[in-house]
C-alpha cells in the first residue's frame, strides 16, 4: 500500500521546493549548528531571553530547509512561528509590510494553518488575560494606539466593528479618526492619544503587543524565520540602510520585544556583493552621521554570518538512506541497492545540495519503473554552473 505522507515527501524532494514536511524528516545534518540554534531556543523557553541570528549560504546549499527544520523544532518547543521571505512587495525597510506579511504567516503549534484569530477570539473581556494586555498596551508601549484598539475589539458586538479591528492587528491598520469613532460609540468616552500612532515610526508595538500577548497565552515564545534576506541588496542606498536598521530591531532587541528569537538567511556572496561592492560602511556615515550603532552592528554581523558548509559525505550518506526509505514507502516496493550505487548516481548532479538529492530520487524512479538505471542527468536549471549574484528583484517577478 501506498504511503501518501512518504509521497509527499518525494515529491517535494524532486520538485527541490523546500517544505516544513522534509524539514520535519530530515533533520539531523549540520548538526553543530543545530545545537546551537537548539539551544538559543531553550534560552528563550526557559528564560524569556531574545535574540537573532544570521545564516548564509549558496544557492541550493539547504538555507531555507534549515528554516523549515527549525519550523518544526520551534513547535515541538511550544511555540509561535512566523515565516517570510522577502521580495519586492515585503521589503525590509518598511517594517509594517514585514509585520503584515509576518502575521499572515504565523503558525500556532498542532495548526497546519497561518493565523491566530482562532486563538484571540477565547480571549473574553475581563479575564486575566485581557486585563493584562490592556495595562501592557496602556503603559509599555511607545503609543497607547493598542490599548484602545485592543479594549474596543474585546467590547464590541458589531460584527463589522470586530473585522476592521481584527484586520489591524493584522497589519491592515485603520486610521486613527475611525477607531476613535468606535471607541467613543462603545464606551462614550473621547480617546486621548499620549503619542499619535503613524505605522511608520511606531509599528515596533505590534511586534511587542504580539510577543507579550503569545507569551500570555502560554506559549514558549516566538521564533522569527526570514528568508531571502539578500533580496536586501536591491535596494536602493537609503532603504538598504534602512533595512540593517530594523533588522538589528530582532537581531539586537530591546526588551519590548519577549521571548522572541529570529533567523535571517541569505546568500553567501552578501558581504562580498553588497557591502564590500557597494560600500555600505561609507555610505552609513554619509547618511547616518551620529547614528549609525545599530545598522553598522548588523553589517558586522553580515559580513561574518556563519556559512553553512557542504555536507559531510555520511550526512549526505544518512539523507541518501532516508530518500531510499521514503521511496520505497512511496511506491510500496523495496529498493534493492546499495548506498554506494546510490552516492556514485549522484555525482551526474553537481555538487549543490537539492541537485544531489534530485539525482538520487531520479536514479531510483528508474530502478522502481524499469529494473535498471542508466545515467542520472539531474542538474540545477539544467546547468552545472554556479552564480553567487544576487537577483533582480524585477526579475522575480
Known amino acids: 500500500m501506498y504511503d501518501m505522507e512518504a509521497r509527499h515527501i518525494i515529491e517535494a524532494l524532486r520538485s527541490g521546493i523546500p517544505s516544513r514536511a522534509v524539514g520535519q524528516y530530515f533533520s539531523e545534518a549540520r548538526p553543530k549548528i543545530m545545537k546551537e540554534i537548539s539551544d538559543r531556543l531553550d534560552a528563550v523557553c526557559e528564560q524569556g531571553k531574545s535574540g537573532g541570528m544570521i545564516i548564509s549560504g549558496k544557492y541550493g546549499e539547504g538555507k531555507t530547509h534549515l528554516l523549515n527544520t527549525v519550523f518544526n523544532l ?15 512587495e515585503t521589503p525590509m525597510d518598511k517594517l509594517y509590510l514585514v509585520y503584515q506579511k509576518l502575521i499572515q504567516n504565523t503558525y500556532f503549534p498542532k495548526r497546519r494553518q497561518p493565523g491566530f484569530m482562532h486563538e484571540l477570539e477565547k480571549i473574553s473581556a475581563n479575564s486575566p488575560v485581557a486585563n493584562e494586555m490592556l495595562l501592557y498596551g496602556a503603559k509599555q508601549l511607545e503609543t497607547d494606539k493598542l490599548y484602545y484598539l485592543f479594549r474596543s475589539y474585546l467590547n464590541t ?40 500612532f503613524t505605522k511608520t515610526k511606531h509599528c515596533g508595538d505590534y511586534f511587542a503587543f504580539m510577543s507579550h500577548l503569545f507569551t500570555q497565552m502560554g506559549y514558549h515564545g516566538w521564533v522569527i524565520l526570514i528568508d ?3 533580496l536586501m541588496g536591491r535596494l536602493g542606498k537609503k532603504a538598504r540602510l534602512n533595512a540593517y536598521r530594523n533588522m538589528a530591531k530582532f537581531l539586537m532587541p530591546d526588551k519590548n520585544l519577549e521571548s522572541v528569537f529570529s533567523i535571517f538567511a541569505l546568500s553567501a556572496s552578501y558581504a562580498e556583493d ?12 554619509l547618511i547616518y552621521p551620529g547614528e549609525q550603532e545599530s545598522a553598522k552592528a548588523v553589517l558586522d554581523l553580515l559580513a561574518r554570518a556563519p556559512q553553512l558548509l557542504p555536507l559531510t559525505r555520511d550526512e549526505i550518506h544518512e539523507i541518501l538512506c532516508k530518500i531510499q526509505e521514503f521511496h520505497g514507502k512511496a511506491y510500496d516496493w523495496m529498493p534493492n541497492v546499495s548506498m554506494d550505487s546510490l552516492s556514485e548516481a549522484t555525482q551526474s548532479g553537481g555538487y549543490l545540495l537539492r541537485t544531489k538529492i534530485r539525482a538520487a530520487i531520479e536514479f531510483l524512479d528508474q530502478l522502481y519503473q524499469y529494473g535498471r ?15 553567487e549574484d544576487v537577483p533582480l528583484i524585477e526579475e522575480l517577478e
Open 274 to 285: 553588497v557591502i564590500e561592492a557597494k560600500h555600505e560602511y561609507e555610505n552609513l556615515e
Open 228 to 230: 531571502e534576506t539578500e
Open 74 to 88: 520551534a513547535h515541538s518547543n511550544n511555540m509561535v512561528v512566523s515565516y517570510l521571505s522577502l521580495s519586492k
Open 373 to 387: 538505471a542508466g545515467k542520472t542527468t539531474i542538474n540545477e536549471l539544467g546547468e552545472e554552473t554556479f552564480t
Open 157 to 196: 458586538e458589531d460584527s463589522d466593528e470586530k473585522l476592521l479591528l481584527q484586520a489591524d492587528l493584522e497589519g491592515d491598520f485603520i486610521a486613527n479618526a475611525p477607531l476613535k469613532k468606535i471607541y467613543r460609540r462603545i464606551f462614550n468616552q473621547p480617546v486621548k492619544y499620549n503619542v499619535n
